[in-house]
């Protein structure tokens, strides 16, 4: 019986660093396939913060027809709300669709299930809209500007990640619950959440002390251009953490 327990005893490191190692390959599985198997992309997300907006076939049709985008997707994925939980379904046609109960809607990459090429979030009365497309394009005004009819934006970025489940999306457009509720409201008075490599900026953005210190100093940035209100304010990848030091002291920073 000794000898048994010793050998039993003796086992018991080895189970241990096995145990071990399979609980890191678990952990870190996800992370390793994404950076194995995915590239970084750049995503456009807009938001704003009317209560009244709906998904429409409009905004996707816009969205599809883009020139640069000249998307004919052939499965549209819905998300709706039903008493105290979520259905979600496909449609061939997102006319086929109830649009006016959907809580999200987006059209996924055939290449890349994971990873949706646009995804609109249609906010509830304390939170916000939210429009996020995967974005291989430098006409980012020009963007803006085509869908001032289908979606307004109070505010937008640019933001780069690897996947669509990335942090940077997930913690970007989802924001912790202040940001979607009180706090949100505070973009619209001009007010800033963070600092990002493109930043669309509305009226109640530009404010003199802003824009003067972009245009006295060159780690600021620069405004890129101006479309119908909003001002595309350019910051260097290596200069983002100083950008948004610069914003906090100024007050600028939710």
């Not at 979600?88 to 959907?102: H, P, T, Y």
């Not at 430098?138 to 963007?143: G, H, R, T």
């Not at 509720?181 to 619209?188: I, Q, R, Y």
Request: with cysteine.
């Amino acid at each position: 019986m000794k000898k048994k327990a010793k050998k039993e005893a003796n086992k018991n490191p080895f189970r241990i660093i096995i145990g071990v190692i399979l609980l890191i390959k678990w952990i870190c599985f996800d992370w390793i396939i994404e950076r194995l198997f995915s590239k970084r992309s750049k995503y456009l997300i807009l938001k704003n913060f009317d209560k009244s907006f709906e998904i429409s076939i409009d905004l996707f049709n816009e969205i599809c027809s883009y020139p640069t985008i000249a998307l004919k997707p052939h499965r549209y994925h819905c998300h709706t709300k039903i008493y105290y939980g979520y259905k979600r379904f496909a449609a061939k046609s997102i006319s086929k669709a109830n649009l006016k109960s959907m809580v999200g809607a987006w059209i996924e990459n055939p290449n890349d299930p994971w990873n949706p090429l646009i995804d609109i979030f249609n906010g509830a009365p304390s939170t916000y809209n939210r429009l996020t497309i995967r974005f291989e394009d430098s006409e980012i005004p020009k963007f803006v500007n085509y869908l001032k009819n289908t979606f307004i934006a109070d505010y937008g970025y640019v933001c780069e990640a690897r996947s669509y489940q990335s942090k940077c999306i997930w913690n970007t457009s989802r924001g912790s619950s202040a940001w979607q509720t009180g706090d949100s409201k505070k973009v619209c008075e001009g007010f800033l959440k963070d600092v990002y490599t493109v930043n669309i900026l509305n009226s109640a953005h530009v404010q003199d002390s802003l824009i003067n210190k972009i245009k006295e100093d060159e780690r600021m940035g620069k405004i890129d251009s101006s479309v119908d209100g909003y001002i595309i304010w350019n910051v260097d990848p290596s200069n983002i953490r100083y950008a948004r030091r610069v914003c906090k002291k100024m007050g600028l920073l939710i």
